[in-house]
């Protein structure tokens, strides 16, 4: 009945995912198809800017299909088997949900760099020095994802020690507080099962809502910034290299 419930509840988002992998590798064929015979010449304005807004698409088209298919289905599947703990599994969940936050976050954080530094160095490359698609595309990948992770160890693994901490201290003070109010609660209601049961699932209720909107802000507001970003700066670099020519 478990993997039942499993199956049943991520199969269809599993689905979901497989068909706009297959769409995604249709479109970025033609997109790569169209780029190797583009329809303006190569030292035009408008081949600037139609070659950058192409690696645009397949830089955040990458992250959408690749991180949003994985940790759509893990937090899935995180959601689902979470209630079917037993009651005083609780005490453990704080721990694991502060763990998970913050790996989700700075994953995230550290794919969206990524790509970024892939999208600018695939321009460059294939603009500038590499005029071939595939050996710029390759290139650029291995090695923004070496800078990253430079840039991840250098800067911002620390922050991320110092944010998991915090997130442990908040879960130790939860922790306490809750042990303090559930042997209260425990205590007075003892003969009053339903409403100890509608303060559990208020409080189940409480931390998946709290995750989902960390999740979401994190995911729904930086992708839109990365974009403005990039074509702005895709924009000024098509304006400068047509003066420089």
């Given at each position: ?9 991520i199969t269809p988002r599993l689905v979901l ?138 800067l911002f693994f620390p922050f991320f020690l ?81 003066i420089r020519d």
């Amino acid at each position: 009945m478990f993997f039942l419930h499993i199956i049943i509840t991520i199969t269809p988002r599993l689905v979901l995912n497989i068909i706009d992998f297959i769409i995604f590798i249709t479109r970025s064929a033609f997109l790569v198809n169209t780029m190797t015979s583009p329809p303006f010449p190569l030292s035009s304005p408008l081949s600037y800017f139609f070659h950058s807004s192409i690696f645009l698409f397949l830089s955040y088209s990458f992250h959408f299909y690749f991180f949003h298919s994985f940790f759509s289905c893990s937090f899935l599947f995180f959601f689902f088997c979470c209630p079917l703990l037993s009651f005083h599994d609780i005490f453990f969940l704080p721990f694991f949900l502060s763990f998970f936050l913050s790996f989700f976050l700075f994953f995230h954080f550290f794919l969206s760099v990524t790509f970024s530094i892939f999208f600018f160095l695939s321009f460059f490359s294939f603009v500038i020095f590499i005029h071939s698609f595939f050996l710029s595309f390759f290139l650029s990948f291995f090695l923004s994802f070496f800078l990253s992770f430079v840039i991840f160890l250098c800067l911002f693994f620390p922050f991320f020690l110092f944010f998991l901490s915090v997130s442990f201290s908040f879960s130790l003070s939860f922790f306490r507080y809750f042990f303090f109010v559930y042997s209260f609660f425990f205590s007075l209601l003892s003969f009053h099962g339903f409403l100890l049961v509608v303060i559990v699932i208020s409080l189940y209720l409480s931390i998946y809502l709290s995750i989902y909107l960390s999740i979401y802000l994190s995911i729904s507001v930086q992708p839109y910034l990365s974009i403005c970003l990039s074509v702005c700066l895709s924009i000024y670099l098509s304006i400068y290299l047509s003066i420089r020519d």
